[in-house]
């Protein structure tokens, strides 16, 4: 063969990859990835719902192979294979991909665990009723078609899609360039608000944000926050966090489970117990201990078994962050509008779908108006023809044929030659006087419905009108509730965030092991029990402090060399009552020498409260709570001591109470708040109450209502003395006497301001833990020894008391002890040891 007649073109190679790119992009933009903005449909799922319809799969019909279904729409429509409809008319028929699934299928179909559906030889499909919505009026000239991939048949080029499907289902492709993820939405938002933009065409985003909340998936979950939505709805792109529903259950054992309900969309369930049980086996999740799967078809239920010593909050916040338990949604609204791809706001989804809609009443009118009209024709034709009966009849048998006795019709009584073929294929029953009748009332009524469809077309605001009636049909057929709650949380979450604000009981020993613990593990027992064992100790060690907080309150901890560090109480390792915590200088960065001696509990901090502390050689001191707001990991000074002192007891204040300090051999000072001026971090403060040579303060109570003097003893004894018998005086004195020490009670070891509903907990060295209602001991006067609380073992000696507080509100103090006074009945210590027996 030769080149010599042929034509050689010289290309660049540069442009020709260009352009055939710039097809195949195209291509794949417009006919294969993206869907159109109007039906909410790629053609591949728009060409399976046609093969459905010209297969006649309404609802009530069989449901047929979907073998059969695939191989229609393939050698039809849409000339890919079957093996790659199949998938598309699978994910169409799945309830946790599609809202709103548009083929009811009938067989293995996959499943949320990742499964593949079985083969199309034994699955069968038919449509759904809401696929039918899709498909109304398409008979009625409603939509262009355009020819096949061959020219054998036509295809419409859209549906009438009644049912916003786009909104409603979304859809997610990836095209060139660029890609589409559009979240599914609850149907009855979606035709409240399309509704709203029908009355109003001026509503805003926001306004529209009244009625769509938010992406309703069919598997449910949780949203957390609503900036990625609006910020969605607005433009057309947002990121929003989902969650696993998730709860926790107490077992008969006392141990916790998780028990998930509810997991992100598009997430494979089988996939994520894989990631958990690999999380749990490589020690990056603690606290598990068993998990399994107990989903059926009632429902989904995955069960996570906890250790004893777990804290559910905890453990769900790691399975958030290393699990698909919380993942992003991210919203790109890409559809086609008219060929070409945009990116769009909510409002403008809607007004594209209004738009559509608005077009297909239009047509469908036009083409109801168009039958009618020549239905009326029709009639007219029979009316003269049933007034001149007798000539028709007479002009009939004389005509030599069909075509002549037509041509005689249409010059005798002027009709048209449609008019004139209908009287030839007229029955003779058509001559019956009730026929006769019929035929009358049919042309009154085709020429109202002919008015009808003119006014329609004449008006668009009755053409809006019957948009908005479909739009309120299909929600009272198919509107539903939420699956998919909505939490109005715009910032990141935190630990605290997942952790119950339950009450806890704080324990410090003497060589800084820390723990915490529910206080609900400490059972109540009456005054003078042995208790329970509060936590191990080593031999040479003791429980120094026992204090109450709540899981997010702050904890201030000062030191025996006057600095302040900072901790949230969900910080403190959690353990049994047998344990005996971790070393709190693996939390805080304490020097060597330095060790906890006092602390206070702060929920948040504010400029119009205080920190008072007192010291063990009577300095009493007032610094504002904002000063201690930004602590550093090593540490701030909090107070400056003289050499031989040490910091014993912080607590926080509003300014306005009255200061109780107590000393170690029963001494007590009660003085106004007011006396002591505030001073800054590194100030040494002001004398709070002159010591003798052998006593020390013990503790420190800021009395904030009318309550009780609670005092403890080493040796188990304490006693409760009425708040009115501690006189107010200045500062810097002797005191008066708060409880008689002696060698049957021994020496105070905390003071507590208490009221009736009140618990306390009392913890000795070795560990002892007793629980016990504050009602259970008398209020008696400040000259006395106080009753047995706890019997001791041999030389266990009573450290620290905890108040667990009752229906009042609780306080954002340091959990300290109070001193205590005499019998306010007269009785003396026989009389009390008598009581106590």
């Known amino acids: 063969m030769t080149l010599k007649h042929q034509k050689i073109e010289q290309i660049f190679l540069e442009e020709e ?58 050698g039809n429509y849409h000339p890919h294979g079957e093996q790659v409809i199949y998938p598309t008319l699978v994910r169409m028929a799945q309830d946790f991909n599609m809202r709103y699934p548009l083929v009811d299928g009938q067989g293995n179909f996959g499943s949320v665990d990742g499964d593949g559906a079985a083969a199309m030889r034994y699955t069968e499909a038919r449509m759904t009723p809401i696929a039918m919505e899709m498909l109304a009026d398409l008979e009625k000239e409603t939509v262009n078609y355009m020819p096949n991939y061959d020219s054998t048949r ?52 926001e306004q529209i944000m009244d009625h769509i909340t938010g992406p309703d998936f069919p598997t449910g979950g949780i949203i957390y926050g609503r900036q990625g939505i609006r910020e969605a709805y607005r433009t057309g792109r947002g990121r929003i966090t989902v969650r696993a529903r998730a709860l926790s259950e107490k077992q008969k054992t006392g141990k916790e489970r998780i028990i998930i309900t509810e997991i992100p969309y598009q997430v494979n ?35 996570i078994e906890l250790k004893r010593d777990a804290q559910p909050e905890i453990v769900l916040n790691q399975l958030y962050k290393h699990t698909n338990l919380q993942t992003t949604f991210s919203i790109i609204n890409l559809a086609l509008d008219k060929g070409v791809p945009k990116t769009l706001s ?144 715009t910032e990141d979450f935190t630990l605290e965030d ?93 020097e060597a020498d330095e060790r906890i001696t006092t602390f206070t509990r702060v929920r948040e901090f504010k400029p119009d409260e205080f920190i008072v502390m007192a010291t063990r050689k009577g300095t009493i001191k007032k610094t504002s709570l904002m000063a201690f707001s930004n602590p550093r990991k090593v540490g701030i000074n909090a107070i400056s001591l003289a050499e031989g002192d040490e910091l014993i007891r912080c607590t926080l204040t509003d300014g306005t109470n009255d200061i109780l300090l107590g000393t170690r051999n029963g001494q007590a000072i009660r003085f106004p708040e007011e006396k002591v001026r505030g001073m800054g971090r590194t100030a040494a403060g002001v004398k709070g109450i002159k010591l003798a040579k052998d006593d020390y303060v013990i503790d420190m109570v800021v009395i904030k209502r009318q309550s009780a003097i609670l005092s403890i003893t080493e040796n188990g004894y304490g006693k409760r003395t009425d708040i009115t018998d501690y006189r107010i005086t200045n500062r810097g004195g ?9 060698e049957r009670n021994g020496k105070v070891v905390a003071i507590r301001e208490v009221l009736e509903d009140d618990e306390m907990i009392m913890m000795t060295e070795r560990g002892i833990a007793n629980r016990m209602a504050v009602s259970n001991i008398r209020v008696i006067g400040r000259s006395t020894q106080g009753v047995r609380l706890i019997a001791l073992k041999g030389k266990d000696l009573l450290t620290d008391v905890a108040i667990v507080y009752g229906s009042r509100k609780k306080l954002v103090e340091n959990g300290n002890g109070d001193d205590t006074a005499p019998d306010a009945n007269g009785q003396d210590d026989a009389e009390q040891e008598e009581l106590d027996m």
Not at 158 to 176: D, E, M, Q, S, Y
């Open 734 to 742: 002797k005191g008066i006497i708060n409880i008689r020490c002696s």
């Open 154 to 205: 036509k295809e419409p080029i859209v549906l009438p899609g009644r049912f916003p499907n786009l909104i409603c289902n979304g859809t997610t492709g990836i095209a060139v360039g660029m890609a589409t993820s559009i979240p599914p939405h609850n149907l009855t938002e979606v035709a409240n608000a399309i509704m709203s933009v029908i009355d109003n065409p001026e509503t805003d985003n």
């Open 269 to 303: 369930k089988s996939t994520l117990l894989i990631r958990i049980a690999d999380l749990v086996r490589d020690k990056k999740l603690i606290g598990i201990s068993d998990l399994r799967d107990e989903s059926d078809r009632d429902g989904m239920r995955i069960v």
């Open 346 to 489: 909510i409002k403008k989804l809607i007004e594209l779908y209004i738009d559509h809609r608005h077009e297909i009443v239009v047509r469908r009118t036009e083409h109801d108006l168009r039958k009618a009209e020549a239905r009326a024709h029709i009639l007219e034709g029979y009316k003269i023809a049933l007034d001149n009966i007798d000539a028709v009849i007479e002009l009939i048998k004389k005509s030599k044929s069909v075509p002549d006795a037509r041509e005689g019709l249409m010059k005798k009584f002027k009709l048209s030659e449609i008019q004139a073929t209908a009287i030839l294929e007229m029955r003779l029953q058509k001559l019956t006087g009730l026929e006769r009748q019929k035929i009358e009332q049919e042309y009154l009524e085709t020429i109202k419905r002919i008015e009808e469809y003119k006014s329609i077309l004449a008006s668009k605001a009755r053409r809006m009108s019957i948009i908005r009636g479909e739009v309120e049909e299909l929600l009272k057929k198919y509107g539903d509730d939420r699956r998919t709650e909505i939490i109005d949380q």
């Open 17 to 74: 990859m260009k352009s055939s790119y710039l097809d195949y992009s195209m291509s794949v933009i417009t006919n294969r990835a993206l869907p159109d903005v109007r039906d909410g449909m790629k053609p591949s799922n728009r060409r399976i719902m046609v093969a459905m319809h010209e297969l006649n799969l309404s609802p009530g019909r069989p449901h047929r192979k979907c073998a059969k279904i695939a191989g229609d729409t393939s």
């Open 498 to 590: 997942l952790i119950a604000d339950e009450e806890m009981v704080i324990t410090i020993t003497r060589a800084g092991y820390i723990k915490s613990l529910s206080e609900s593990a400490y059972r109540r027992q009456n005054r003078g029990g042995k208790g329970v064992i509060g936590m191990e100790t080593k031999e040479e060690d003791f429980a120094e402090h026992v204090f109450t907080a709540t899981s997010h309150q702050y904890i201030l901890f000062f030191s025996s060399t006057g600095r302040c560090y900072w901790l949230k109480v969900h910080g403190i390792p959690r353990g049994g009552r047998l344990a005996k915590g971790r070393p709190v200088v693996n939390l805080l960065n304490l």
